[in-house]
């Protein structure tokens, strides 16, 4: 295979994010991952050029030596035996199924069965292809992993070897791992939802991969796509995890040196308890412990894998994103709570599907009730409504799910509920991207870094309706500059809906274009974009510089200037200029390191500008246009197009580049798109043009000839030359403008007998025959009414044709009658004509106004043809004059002459393209000569032939060349017209008519023949039949296709006669414009006047303003004003229009009836839920009025009324069955603040392994009974144990400990007064929390802290105080430990005996200790008592007082002296002052008591 070409190559790069590891968690990373994965991903796609079986050969040696697999390695007979009745193994595995070493392991004999032990890890030996026999699936990737397989390990395999793109967004999708049915609408709309969000937003989907449940619902979602969508299969990535000691029919799957493909059989008949895998998983990963038939060995992969994708970025355009994760739920059971309440616990955003059963029916139906409201007997009730085996659940497990349950209804934000039939909510893409941002917009974030993560989120998955409806509201006031980086990253991956919405949000293209900017875009062209090749060959032609200056950008403006000049033409000056060796190096891109911290991930802007540095463009819309466009990245060229200034000049321009660009683009599909883009350009500068000439003609016309400095000092009028823009060229205000040109100062009215009588007789000019468009030259009879008249480009081209008439007759008079061996006087008169046109010809081809150099101007002057043609009989004549003069070759010199004569005659040609009449027939003909070329190739092959073949037949031995020329080339060509040799059939024979020998100069040398017969002795009957070949294919076959190629390209100028007739015309207006009046040879006159002014009185050239206008900046500025004000009405003509289709108006008609019906069923929801809602508040009444009754009739009662007789019994109190309201439904229930501790209870203790005994809600309270409770008992040993109490469960240890006292340097006194002590160990005063024992805390009892709010007055720069609304805000000093997702307030444990706790020690030096001491005992208490935190238990808590330490001036000398001894002792530590603000990211009870403190001091919070 040929080596593929540089831009082969960058077609075939990644154009998607860059992946940036933040951080690598998982053990036995390989060494060979460590290499910087921007280029794994250009390897990745370079992949591509290989065959597929390097590629085989690469995967089947990587894997091997990177993933393992599990094997038992000592057989141990079960009790238990497999399905066929066969003895297994403990592994589960048979007899047969083990390695031999394992059935004769004698190093374990005697050993129990240890799976730590006798399961090892060997090289796997099933991976590659996957085929699922008889379903025409397309092939899929599998490979079988061990459970303790590195998630970076798979990770890379998935974005390496099996070239997955890095997600957008992570869907992890759980629940029933059996069949359950759904309603067939629930199921459409979880199969459409899915789809959309994950192939909209460039999703990976994981599940369990098999062929049941929620797996099944998932792959047959897949499957529906990909037969009705239009889009590739490839699109949807769904990874299936899977054991794979439970997949059936796994024996296919095993290949030592890969599968590729492996064929699989999915066989549900016969799989038993062993499930198959699911055939609409593109890519699956089977975990393997070793075992056989145990289900859930891969959920703490599956579990590791989503956090190590998770804690991934991508990066694009200086902007970085985490990649999210969601968890969808459908049905469950008792293993899909866990998971809930695990990613719940984690953070991960969870969808829970109403309607699809069991679980997720349960979470759904409580979902929206306040916590205190779900209790115990709730959740059996509701286990019983959704469960058939209730049995199963215990009184323990079903106080376990209340305390799950209630811990993931606590986090609202994080649980979305979709309940398809409420509010008219009919996209589950929607609500799984709006649960995202929901968790996003729950999480504490720093300033209003929450937005930009959620704006990042909404860019990455390329959802601008979810950025309307969720980003863009009037809860946040974006700042321009806030949306740069996202401007630039929504360019750079080509999303022009952003584009526009940013635009419409208040990005100004002025501030947000810089060089900076600009450069940091170019850097980040598509690989696959041609002007990126180009660029490349610009960069690569500067070494020496490269090596000269290592610290300049290897990219600056001036290549891109380089290549554009390259495309729009050497007529306009670089777009951007070279710097010069004086100018301050910049910085390589992006400049400067600006760092957004977005969750954790560090973020490089190149928007951001240092201070006092100006790198602003000339024009930023230019620049942001022709970036877009060279990429042929139509939206968003057109967007930007639509708020350019200059717009009729910038789309003629885009025009020129997509045209240039598709010359040289090798791909036909790009280029014909190039092409087709760059007429639509044409047609918008054509409408905006239209628009103005309508407007104003004189004003259009200006628009015409001005000089553009943004465009490379250029016009419009030029550059639509240049590129051959003829539409525009034809239209009527240009052609109008090119008319006035041609007649000069003279009106347009005027006919030419007029101008041509007053040519003849002068003294008519002075009449009332010619008039001007200037009244003062219409009223004037003196010189300046002369000049104007022979200025007129018209007459001087008239005056022209005379005189070259008369120098055709001339020169043919002398050729005919007066060539004498001594030149005439007429003769004399030629050289002098000729002389002057020669003087003309220099001054043509030396005239450069523009200052372009010589050699440019020369290469313009000779690409005219007919230049060259003037150029070609100017020499011949000089080459005829010197024969001419010499006495030796007169004939010759006069033969040369009469050949000039032709050349000067077909100049006649060129003379009369100005007629709309011959004008077209010249093109043509000129057209037709291009055909007749390629015509005589095909001619010449069959001349030739015919010519050889006949002259080698009839002639023998023809020594002579020329007479073998005549009879092979020139009788050949004549017999074609009718001229057929007559001793070609030897009818004509005629032996006297040619000589024998050959030695006869004038005759043909004879044929073969018969001397002693006088006939020819040649086969008469081969020449005859060649003959009749050769007129057959010569006069019927190739004239008829030169008829043909003259017919269609007489067809294809007669369609486009006009606009070729008036784009041919400009040449010569504009000659005719700047050439001198007097015509030749009295041009002369003129030459003299112009070679004094260049050559002694040192007067440079200047161009005539009537094609290139440079206007004044005042003019200039309120002419594109205008052009501007009208390219608006254009563009709402073209929205007018477009709406006016008949498709368009269908396609609207469509979506309002769509929106008719969504609007219809929301009114049908909510007069539903009015419904319900005024049920219940009529049930509720009548529950009221009822237990009114009751007490009246009591009261009444215990009167004495109604003594002896039996009161009526009321009606007992059914209580209404729990109604799953909608948000719409009833008011939203918003919990109160927790009557219990929470963190105290989650139930997995800090930092162990120990897990809390389940505590709901209600069970928390002592005085509840709890007959169940039996928690663990777990004290964790210290480092510090001599100040900490003793270890273990033993009385006689504890008896020694004094609580609700002073136990020597301890405190144990509660703020909330006396505890009580039950067996030796104090009570929890709040309640249960699942766990005895100390934990990881130091005493028994109440652990006191200190929390020191530190606090001053935020301040702007000119030391004002900065206020939100009418209210001040705080700045806090808090600190962070480099372990810590949160920050903290500077305070903590304090050691028995000490008053700062260790923590504040840590962040001030010492000398400051006794300072600070004394600032706490001024300081303002704000809270004292309990804290709830996730260290406590039944017999130990903390408790804490907060101290309020305020500066309330900036100057104060103890602030001062704080910020001067503010110093991190520990590395890990790190501090800063903080804006006070409800999101600010501290822990729960932090905040609490932040709150108190800004409430003190009225401040913002």
Request: aromatic content about 10%; some cysteine; hydrophobic content about 40%.
């Given at each position: 295979?040929?080596?593929?070409?540089?831009?082969?190559?960058?077609?075939?790069?990644?154009?998607?994010?860059?992946?940036?590891?933040?951080?690598?968690?998982?053990?036995?990373?390989?060494?060979?991952?460590?290499?910087?994965?921007?280029?794994?991903?250009?390897?990745?796609?370079?992949?591509?050029?290989?065959?597929?079986?390097?590629?085989?050969?690469?995967?089947?040696?990587?894997?091997?030596?990177?993933?393992?697999?599990?094997?038992?390695?000592?057989?141990?007979?079960?009790?238990?035996?497999?399905?066929?009745?066969?003895?297994?193994?403990?592994?589960?595995?048979?007899?047969?199924?083990?390695?031999?070493?394992?059935?004769?392991?004698?190093?374990?004999?005697?050993?129990?069965?240890?799976?730590?032990?006798?399961?090892?890890?060997?090289?796997?030996?099933?991976?590659?292809?996957?085929?699922?026999?008889?379903?025409?699936?397309?092939?899929?990737?599998?490979?079988?992993?061990?459970?303790?397989?590195?998630?970076?390990?798979?990770?890379?395999?998935?974005?390496?070897?099996?070239?997955?793109?890095?997600?957008?967004?992570?869907?992890?999708?759980?629940?029933?791992?059996?069949?359950?049915?759904?309603?067939?609408?629930?199921?459409?709309?979880?199969?459409?939802?899915?789809?959309?969000?994950?192939?909209?937003?460039?999703?990976?989907?994981?599940?369990?991969?098999?062929?049941?449940?929620?797996?099944?619902?998932?792959?047959?979602?897949?499957?529906?796509?990909?037969?009705?969508?239009?889009?590739?299969?490839?699109?949807?990535?769904?990874?299936?995890?899977?054991?794979?000691?439970?997949?059936?029919?796994?024996?296919?799957?095993?290949?030592?040196?890969?599968?590729?493909?492996?064929?699989?059989?999915?066989?549900?008949?016969?799989?038993?308890?062993?499930?198959?895998?699911?055939?609409?998983?593109?890519?699956?990963?089977?975990?393997?412990?070793?075992?056989?038939?145990?289900?859930?060995?891969?959920?703490?992969?599956?579990?590791?894998?989503?956090?190590?994708?998770?804690?991934?970025?991508?990066?694009?355009?200086?902007?970085?994103?985490?990649?999210?994760?969601?968890?969808?739920?459908?049905?469950?059971?008792?293993?899909?709570?866990?998971?809930?309440?695990?990613?719940?616990?984690?953070?991960?955003?969870?969808?829970?599907?109403?309607?699809?059963?069991?679980?997720?029916?349960?979470?759904?139906?409580?979902?929206?009730?306040?916590?205190?409201?779900?209790?115990?007997?709730?959740?059996?009730?509701?286990?019983?409504?959704?469960?058939?085996?209730?049995?199963?659940?215990?009184?323990?497990?079903?106080?376990?799910?209340?305390?799950?349950?209630?811990?993931?209804?606590?986090?609202?934000?994080?649980?979305?509920?979709?309940?398809?039939?409420?509010?008219?909510?009919?996209?589950?893409?929607?609500?799984?991207?709006?649960?995202?941002?929901?968790?996003?917009?729950?999480?504490?974030?720093?300033?209003?870094?929450?937005?930009?993560?959620?704006?990042?989120?909404?860019?990455?998955?390329?959802?601008?309706?979810?950025?309307?409806?969720?980003?863009?509201?009037?809860?946040?006031?974006?700042?321009?500059?806030?949306?740069?980086?996202?401007?630039?990253?929504?360019?750079?991956?080509?999303?022009?809906?952003?584009?526009?919405?940013?635009?419409?949000?208040?990005?100004?293209?002025?501030?947000?274009?810089?060089?900076?900017?600009?450069?940091?875009?170019?850097?980040?062209?598509?690989?696959?974009?041609?002007?990126?090749?180009?660029?490349?060959?610009?960069?690569?032609?500067?070494?020496?510089?490269?090596?000269?200056?290592?610290?300049?950008?290897?990219?600056?403006?001036?290549?891109?200037?380089?290549?554009?000049?390259?495309?729009?033409?050497?007529?306009?000056?670089?777009?951007?200029?070279?710097?010069?060796?004086?100018?301050?190096?910049?910085?390589?891109?992006?400049?400067?390191?600006?760092?957004?911290?977005?969750?954790?991930?560090?973020?490089?802007?190149?928007?951001?500008?240092?201070?006092?540095?100006?790198?602003?463009?000339?024009?930023?819309?230019?620049?942001?246009?022709?970036?877009?466009?060279?990429?042929?990245?139509?939206?968003?060229?057109?967007?930007?197009?639509?708020?350019?200034?200059?717009?009729?000049?910038?789309?003629?321009?885009?025009?020129?580049?997509?045209?240039?660009?598709?010359?040289?683009?090798?791909?036909?599909?790009?280029?014909?798109?190039?092409?087709?883009?760059?007429?639509?350009?044409?047609?918008?500068?054509?409408?905006?043009?239209?628009?103005?000439?309508?407007?104003?003609?004189?004003?259009?016309?200006?628009?015409?000839?001005?000089?553009?400095?943004?465009?490379?000092?250029?016009?419009?009028?030029?550059?639509?030359?240049?590129?051959?823009?003829?539409?525009?060229?034809?239209?009527?205000?240009?052609?109008?403008?090119?008319?006035?040109?041609?007649?000069?100062?003279?009106?347009?009215?005027?006919?030419?007998?007029?101008?041509?009588?007053?040519?003849?007789?002068?003294?008519?000019?002075?009449?009332?025959?010619?008039?001007?468009?200037?009244?003062?030259?219409?009223?004037?009879?003196?010189?300046?009414?002369?000049?104007?008249?022979?200025?007129?480009?018209?007459?001087?081209?008239?005056?022209?044709?005379?005189?070259?008439?008369?120098?055709?007759?001339?020169?043919?008079?002398?050729?005919?009658?007066?060539?004498?061996?001594?030149?005439?006087?007429?003769?004399?008169?030629?050289?002098?004509?000729?002389?002057?046109?020669?003087?003309?010809?220099?001054?043509?081809?030396?005239?450069?106004?523009?200052?372009?150099?010589?050699?440019?101007?020369?290469?313009?002057?000779?690409?005219?043809?007919?230049?060259?043609?003037?150029?070609?009989?100017?020499?011949?004549?000089?080459?005829?004059?010197?024969?001419?003069?010499?006495?030796?070759?007169?004939?010759?010199?006069?033969?040369?002459?009469?050949?000039?004569?032709?050349?000067?005659?077909?100049?006649?040609?060129?003379?009369?393209?100005?007629?709309?009449?011959?004008?077209?027939?010249?093109?043509?003909?000129?057209?037709?000569?291009?055909?007749?070329?390629?015509?005589?190739?095909?001619?010449?092959?069959?001349?030739?032939?015919?010519?050889?073949?006949?002259?080698?037949?009839?002639?023998?031995?023809?020594?002579?060349?020329?007479?073998?020329?005549?009879?092979?080339?020139?009788?050949?060509?004549?017999?074609?017209?009718?001229?057929?040799?007559?001793?070609?059939?030897?009818?004509?024979?005629?032996?006297?008519?040619?000589?024998?020998?050959?030695?006869?100069?004038?005759?043909?040398?004879?044929?073969?023949?018969?001397?002693?017969?006088?006939?020819?002795?040649?086969?008469?009957?081969?020449?005859?039949?060649?003959?009749?070949?050769?007129?057959?294919?010569?006069?019927?076959?190739?004239?008829?296709?030169l008829i043909a190629m003259f017919n269609y390209t007489f067809q294809q100028v007669q369609e486009h006669t006009d606009q070729i007739w008036k784009f041919q015309r400009h040449d010569l207006i504009v000659e005719y414009h700047g050439r001198p009046p007097a015509p030749p040879p009295f041009i002369l006159l003129n030459h003299v006047q112009l070679l004094v002014n260049r050559v002694i009185l040192k007067i440079p050239p200047k161009r005539h303003t009537q094609l290139k206008d440079k206007l004044e900046k005042k003019e200039e500025a309120a002419l594109l004003s205008w052009e501007i004000y009208l390219k608006e009405n254009y563009l709402q003509n073209q929205q007018y229009q477009l709406k006016q289709r008949p498709e368009q108006r269908i396609q609207d008609i469509g979506n309002k009836v769509d929106t008719m019906v969504e609007l219809l069923d929301v009114d049908r929801t909510k007069r539903s839920g009015s419904l319900e809602q005024r049920l219940t508040s009529l049930e509720e009444q009548m529950a009221q009025t009822a237990r009114a009754l009751h007490w009246i009739v009591r009261a009444l009662r215990d009167g004495g009324f109604g003594f002896g007789m039996e009161a009526p019994a009321s009606a007992p109190q059914k209580a209404p069955e729990e109604q799953d309201l909608a948000p719409g439904s009833r008011q939203k229930v918003e919990d109160q603040d927790d009557l219990y501790h929470v963190n105290a209870r989650h139930l997995l203790y800090p930092s162990s392994p120990v897990p809390r005994f389940p505590v709901p809600d209600e069970k928390v309270p002592w005085e509840m009974e709890f007959v169940i409770y039996d928690p663990p008992f777990y004290t964790a040993e210290r480092k510090d144990k001599a100040v900490v109490d003793p270890v273990g469960s033993s009385l006689e240890l504890l008896s020694k400990i004094n609580y609700n006292t002073m136990d020597g340097l301890v405190d144990r006194r509660s703020f909330h007064g006396p505890y009580a002590v039950c067996d030796g160990l104090p009570l929890n005063p709040m309640g249960r929390t699942g766990l005895r024992g100390r934990g990881s805390l130091r005493c028994f009892g109440p652990n006191h802290a200190l929390h020191p709010v530190v606090t001053r007055w935020r301040r702007n720069q000119d030391g004002a105080v900065c206020r939100k609304g009418i209210k001040k805000i705080l700045e806090v000093l808090v600190i962070k430990h480099s372990l810590s997702e949160h920050w903290a307030l500077p305070g903590g444990s304090r050691e028995p005996g000490e008053t700062l706790p260790r923590k504040l020690k840590c962040v001030l030096q010492q000398e400051f200790w006794p300072s600070f001491e004394s600032l706490l005992k001024q300081g303002v208490e704000v809270y004292k008592g309990y804290v709830d935190d996730p260290r406590n238990t039944d017999n130990a808590w903390i408790e804490t007082v907060a101290i309020s330490i305020h500066f309330q001036d900036q100057n104060?000398?103890?602030?001062?002296?704080?910020?001067?001894?503010?110093?991190?002792?520990?590395?890990?530590?790190?501090?800063?002052?903080?804006?006070?603000?409800?999101?600010?990211?501290?822990?729960?009870?932090?905040?609490?008591?932040?709150?108190?403190?800004?409430?003190?001091?009225?401040?913002?919070?």
């Amino acid at each position: 295979m040929e080596p593929s070409s540089p831009r082969k190559l960058g077609r075939m790069q990644e154009d998607g994010f860059e992946l940036q590891p933040r951080r690598t968690t998982d053990r036995g990373l390989v060494s060979n991952l460590r290499r910087s994965t921007s280029s794994l991903f250009k390897s990745r796609r370079l992949q591509s050029t290989f065959g597929n079986s390097e590629k085989q050969e690469n995967l089947s040696s990587w894997i091997p030596e990177n993933i393992m697999k599990k094997e038992c390695v000592y057989f141990v007979e079960s009790s238990k035996m497999s399905d066929a009745g066969k003895v297994v193994c403990m592994c589960g595995y048979t007899r047969e199924q083990h390695l031999e070493e394992a059935i004769k392991a004698h190093v374990f004999q005697g050993q129990e069965w240890d799976p730590r032990k006798h399961i090892q890890e060997m090289p796997t030996d099933a991976f590659g292809d996957i085929v699922f026999t008889g379903l025409g699936q397309k092939e899929g990737k599998y490979v079988r992993v061990s459970q303790d397989t590195p998630s970076s390990v798979i990770y890379h395999l998935m974005t390496r070897h099996w070239g997955l793109d890095v997600p957008n967004l992570l869907i992890s999708v759980t629940g029933g791992a059996k069949n359950f049915n759904m309603k067939p609408r629930l199921k459409s709309t979880f199969r459409r939802g899915l789809v959309k969000v994950a192939q909209t937003t460039g999703a990976w989907i994981i599940t369990g991969g098999s062929h049941t449940g929620v797996m099944k619902q998932v792959g047959e979602a897949v499957r529906n796509f990909s037969l009705s969508s239009s889009y590739k299969e490839g699109d949807v990535i769904t990874i299936g995890v899977a054991t794979w000691g439970t997949v059936h029919n796994r024996e296919s799957l095993v290949h030592p040196t890969g599968g590729f493909p492996a064929e699989y059989v999915l066989d549900e008949e016969g799989q038993g308890n062993l499930t198959c895998l699911d055939s609409n998983h593109s890519h699956f990963i089977l975990v393997d412990d070793g075992t056989h038939g145990r289900y859930g060995v891969e959920i703490p992969l599956r579990t590791r894998l989503e956090k190590f994708i998770s804690e991934q970025t991508k990066e694009r355009g200086g902007v970085a994103i985490k990649i999210p994760i969601a968890c969808m739920v459908l049905e469950g059971g008792p293993g899909t709570l866990q998971t809930i309440y695990n990613a719940i616990t984690s953070g991960i955003p969870c969808v829970i599907m109403a309607g699809s059963g069991r679980v997720a029916d349960v979470i759904a139906q409580v979902a929206n009730l306040p916590i205190s409201e779900i209790t115990v007997s709730l959740i059996q009730k509701k286990l019983s409504m959704f469960f058939q085996e209730m049995d199963i659940f215990r009184e323990i497990r079903i106080v376990e799910w209340t305390k799950k349950i209630q811990d993931i209804v606590r986090r609202r934000q994080l649980l979305t509920v979709f309940r398809e039939d409420k509010d008219g909510q009919q996209d589950m893409d929607v609500a799984i991207l709006q649960a995202l941002l929901k968790a996003s917009r729950s999480h504490d974030h720093f300033g209003h870094e929450n937005w930009d993560h959620q704006l990042k989120l909404a860019v990455a998955w390329n959802r601008v309706d979810i950025a309307r409806s969720e980003i863009f509201t009037d809860e946040r006031q974006w700042k321009p500059s806030d949306l740069h980086p996202m401007m630039a990253a929504a360019l750079i991956s080509n999303k022009p809906d952003f584009v526009k919405l940013f635009l419409e949000n208040g990005v100004h293209l002025k501030e947000f274009v810089t060089q900076d900017t600009l450069l940091y875009l170019y850097e980040n062209l598509a690989p696959s974009c041609l002007f990126y090749f180009k660029l490349q060959k610009v960069l690569a032609e500067e070494p020496k510089r490269l090596a000269s200056a290592p610290g300049v950008p290897r990219l600056q403006m001036h290549h891109v200037a380089q290549v554009l000049r390259e495309l729009l033409g050497d007529f306009t000056k670089p777009l951007y200029p070279q710097p010069q060796h004086s100018d301050r190096p910049r910085l390589s891109l992006p400049v400067p390191h600006i760092k957004l911290n977005v969750q954790g991930v560090s973020l490089r802007s190149p928007c951001k500008q240092s201070p006092g540095h100006v790198t602003s463009t000339m024009d930023p819309v230019r620049d942001l246009l022709i970036w877009a466009i060279i990429q042929n990245r139509q939206e968003l060229a057109e967007i930007i197009w639509a708020q350019s200034q200059d717009c009729t000049m910038a789309a003629l321009a885009c025009s020129k580049l997509l045209k240039e660009l598709s010359k040289e683009e090798e791909d036909t599909d790009s280029s014909e798109e190039m092409l087709a883009l760059a007429e639509e350009y044409e047609l918008k500068a054509i409408g905006v043009f239209t628009e103005c000439y309508r407007k104003d003609e004189d004003r259009a016309q200006k628009l015409l000839i001005r000089v553009s400095e943004a465009w490379g000092k250029t016009t419009c009028l030029k550059l639509a030359l240049e590129a051959k823009h003829m539409t525009f060229v034809s239209h009527g205000g240009v052609q109008a403008f090119l008319t006035k040109v041609w007649w000069g100062q003279l009106c347009v009215d005027n006919g030419l007998w007029r101008v041509t009588l007053c040519m003849l007789v002068f003294p008519l000019v002075f009449t009332g025959l010619i008039s001007f468009r200037e009244k003062r030259l219409q009223h004037e009879n003196g010189l300046a009414r002369v000049r104007a008249f022979f200025n007129a480009p018209v007459v001087i081209f008239l005056l022209n044709i005379l005189s070259y008439f008369a120098f055709l007759w001339l020169f043919a008079y002398v050729l005919m009658v007066d060539f004498q061996a001594t030149p005439s006087w007429r003769e004399c008169v030629i050289y002098c004509w000729l002389f002057s046109l020669v003087c003309e010809e220099a001054r043509q081809l030396f005239y450069d106004p523009d200052g372009f150099g010589l050699l440019k101007v020369a290469s313009l002057y000779f690409s005219n043809f007919w230049n060259k043609l003037d150029v070609g009989a100017i020499l011949l004549f000089i080459a005829g004059l010197t024969c001419r003069l010499i006495p030796a070759t007169l004939y010759t010199g006069r033969v040369i002459l009469s050949l000039d004569f032709i050349m000067f005659c077909l100049r006649l040609m060129h003379i009369f393209t100005v007629s709309r009449i011959l004008g077209p027939k010249i093109i043509i003909v000129k057209r037709m000569m291009k055909d007749i070329f390629f015509f005589l190739f095909l001619l010449a092959v069959w001349v030739v032939s015919f010519g050889v073949a006949k002259q080698a037949i009839l002639i023998h031995n023809e020594s002579r060349v020329d007479w073998i020329f005549r009879g092979v080339v020139y009788h050949s060509y004549l017999t074609i017209f009718g001229q057929i040799p007559a001793y070609i059939d030897g009818v004509n024979f005629n032996p006297e008519q040619c000589s024998p020998n050959g030695t006869d100069p004038y005759k043909p040398k004879c044929p073969e023949s018969d001397v002693t017969l006088h006939k020819p002795a040649f086969p008469e009957w081969l020449t005859v039949i060649l003959l009749c070949l050769y007129l057959l294919f010569t006069n019927i076959l190739l004239l008829n296709v030169l008829i043909a190629m003259f017919n269609y390209t007489f067809q294809q100028v007669q369609e486009h006669t006009d606009q070729i007739w008036k784009f041919q015309r400009h040449d010569l207006i504009v000659e005719y414009h700047g050439r001198p009046p007097a015509p030749p040879p009295f041009i002369l006159l003129n030459h003299v006047q112009l070679l004094v002014n260049r050559v002694i009185l040192k007067i440079p050239p200047k161009r005539h303003t009537q094609l290139k206008d440079k206007l004044e900046k005042k003019e200039e500025a309120a002419l594109l004003s205008w052009e501007i004000y009208l390219k608006e009405n254009y563009l709402q003509n073209q929205q007018y229009q477009l709406k006016q289709r008949p498709e368009q108006r269908i396609q609207d008609i469509g979506n309002k009836v769509d929106t008719m019906v969504e609007l219809l069923d929301v009114d049908r929801t909510k007069r539903s839920g009015s419904l319900e809602q005024r049920l219940t508040s009529l049930e509720e009444q009548m529950a009221q009025t009822a237990r009114a009754l009751h007490w009246i009739v009591r009261a009444l009662r215990d009167g004495g009324f109604g003594f002896g007789m039996e009161a009526p019994a009321s009606a007992p109190q059914k209580a209404p069955e729990e109604q799953d309201l909608a948000p719409g439904s009833r008011q939203k229930v918003e919990d109160q603040d927790d009557l219990y501790h929470v963190n105290a209870r989650h139930l997995l203790y800090p930092s162990s392994p120990v897990p809390r005994f389940p505590v709901p809600d209600e069970k928390v309270p002592w005085e509840m009974e709890f007959v169940i409770y039996d928690p663990p008992f777990y004290t964790a040993e210290r480092k510090d144990k001599a100040v900490v109490d003793p270890v273990g469960s033993s009385l006689e240890l504890l008896s020694k400990i004094n609580y609700n006292t002073m136990d020597g340097l301890v405190d144990r006194r509660s703020f909330h007064g006396p505890y009580a002590v039950c067996d030796g160990l104090p009570l929890n005063p709040m309640g249960r929390t699942g766990l005895r024992g100390r934990g990881s805390l130091r005493c028994f009892g109440p652990n006191h802290a200190l929390h020191p709010v530190v606090t001053r007055w935020r301040r702007n720069q000119d030391g004002a105080v900065c206020r939100k609304g009418i209210k001040k805000i705080l700045e806090v000093l808090v600190i962070k430990h480099s372990l810590s997702e949160h920050w903290a307030l500077p305070g903590g444990s304090r050691e028995p005996g000490e008053t700062l706790p260790r923590k504040l020690k840590c962040v001030l030096q010492q000398e400051f200790w006794p300072s600070f001491e004394s600032l706490l005992k001024q300081g303002v208490e704000v809270y004292k008592g309990y804290v709830d935190d996730p260290r406590n238990t039944d017999n130990a808590w903390i408790e804490t007082v907060a101290i309020s330490i305020h500066f309330q001036d900036q100057n104060d000398v103890d602030l001062k002296q704080l910020n001067s001894h503010l110093h991190s002792h520990d590395p890990e530590v790190s501090f800063r002052w903080q804006v006070v603000d409800r999101c600010i990211p501290l822990y729960a009870n932090h905040k609490t008591i932040l709150q108190k403190v800004a409430t003190l001091f009225g401040a913002y919070y």
